[in-house]
């Protein structure tokens, strides 16, 4: 059986039900992760849990070190992630309380966060025209239908750099482009887990309508952690009969998605980089 990860975003900082459960420090090339691992078994299924925020959600979107996070998950033998997120709605249909299961994304950040493993002297260029696997999305589609919980299959995720919301200016902007939903991590850690050979879905917890929504009752931080405990909920209720699930897949979509994609000649690595990169791509590295 296949071992599953949850990054758990604002609001998720355990998962119900996980027994055995342990602490993992992993150190990384890239720095520290967000925290300590939690790892166990739900269920019979090995899972590794990590609040990419940190306990008591001390790291903003843009400080957290995704490749560490990402990198850890892979060093612990993970071949699937569901990653867990609070979004907002640019979408009249996609309401508060509801779940969107994304099949694509839109990079707004701007630039600072690193969002690859190959740099200084290696360079890779991996396919990432469909960065969600499909088939982590659609049992997290199931399982939220199984539990009759409204949940929205396929859409675009904007990612915008924050930790500011969006002015009305951009939130209509991204209307205006038929996006529909925003938040502000998901695309970094998608790209880094296909370079890490990892099947990546998200499941968007919808909190709100962005600032576009003309209502009597303004958005209001309190409204959408009011929401964001609503949802997390579900999502926990969502991922328990999810994971057993995906454990029992015997082929992930992301596995050799490296094999063609790192362009450097190979005596030309440095030895320090593919002694760093040896966990995430070691058998293409010679």
């Given at each position: 059986?296949?071992?599953?990860?949850?990054i758990g975003g604002s609001g998720l900082y355990a998962i119900d039900g996980v027994q055995d459960v342990r602490e993992e420090k992993v150190t990384?090339?890239?720095?520290?992760?967000?925290?300590?691992?939690?790892?166990?078994?739900?269920?019979?299924?090995?899972?590794?849990?990590?609040?990419?925020?940190?306990?008591?959600?001390?790291?903003?979107?843009?400080?957290?070190?995704?490749?560490?996070?990402?990198?850890?998950?892979?060093?612990?033998?993970?071949?699937?992630?569901?990653?867990?997120?609070?979004?907002?709605?640019?979408?009249?249909?996609?309401?508060?309380?509801?779940?969107?299961?994304?099949?694509?994304?839109?990079?707004?950040?701007?630039?600072?966060?690193?969002?690859?493993?190959?740099?200084?002297?290696?360079?890779?260029?991996?396919?990432?025209?469909?960065?969600?696997?499909?088939?982590?999305?659609?049992?997290?589609?199931?399982?939220?239908?199984?539990?009759?919980?409204?949940?929205?299959?396929?859409?675009?995720?904007?990612?915008?750099?924050?930790?500011?919301?969006?002015?009305?200016?951009?939130?209509?902007?991204?209307?205006?482009?038929?996006?529909?939903?925003?938040?502000?991590?998901?695309?970094?850690?998608?790209?880094?887990?296909?370079?890490?050979?990892?099947?990546?879905?998200?499941?968007?917890?919808?909190?709100?309508?962005?600032?576009?929504?003309e209502s009597e009752e303004s958005v209001t931080v309190e409204m959408i952690i009011e929401n964001l405990n609503k949802n997390i909920d579900n999502?926990?209720?969502?991922?328990?009969?999810?994971?057993?699930?995906?454990?029992?897949?015997t082929s992930f979509s992301a596995k050799g998605a490296m094999k063609y994609a790192i362009i450097t000649s190979r005596d030309m690595i440095p030895?320090?980089?593919?002694?760093?990169?040896?966990?995430?791509?070691?058998?293409?590295?010679?």
């Amino acid at each position: 059986m296949a071992k599953i990860g949850i990054i758990g975003g604002s609001g998720l900082y355990a998962i119900d039900g996980v027994q055995d459960v342990r602490e993992e420090k992993v150190t990384t090339p890239f720095g520290e992760p967000s925290g300590d691992f939690i790892t166990g078994k739900l269920e019979g299924t090995e899972v590794v849990f990590l609040p990419r925020h940190g306990r008591g959600h001390t790291i903003s979107p843009s400080q957290i070190n995704y490749r560490a996070n990402i990198y850890g998950m892979q060093k612990l033998g993970v071949e699937a992630i569901m990653s867990v997120s609070a979004c907002g709605s640019l979408k009249k249909e996609l309401k508060p309380l509801d779940f969107v299961v994304p099949d694509q994304f839109l990079d707004r950040t701007k630039g600072t966060r690193a969002s690859t493993f190959f740099t200084d002297g290696v360079v890779a260029h991996v396919a990432f025209a469909e960065p969600i696997s499909p088939e982590i999305a659609k049992i997290l589609v199931e399982a939220a239908q199984e539990l009759q919980v409204t949940v929205h299959e396929g859409g675009t995720y904007v990612c915008m750099e924050g930790p500011q919301f969006s002015t009305k200016a951009e939130s209509r902007l991204y209307r205006s482009w038929g996006m529909d939903i925003i938040g502000m991590t998901n695309l970094t850690e998608a790209k880094l887990a296909r370079e890490a050979e990892i099947s990546y879905a998200t499941l968007a917890a919808v909190t709100d309508y962005d600032c576009w929504y003309e209502s009597e009752e303004s958005v209001t931080v309190e409204m959408i952690i009011e929401n964001l405990n609503k949802n997390i909920d579900n999502a926990k209720k969502i991922l328990k009969r999810a994971i057993p699930k995906a454990a029992q897949l015997t082929s992930f979509s992301a596995k050799g998605a490296m094999k063609y994609a790192i362009i450097t000649s190979r005596d030309m690595i440095p030895a320090a980089k593919k002694k760093e990169l040896k966990v995430l791509v070691g058998a293409y590295l010679n």
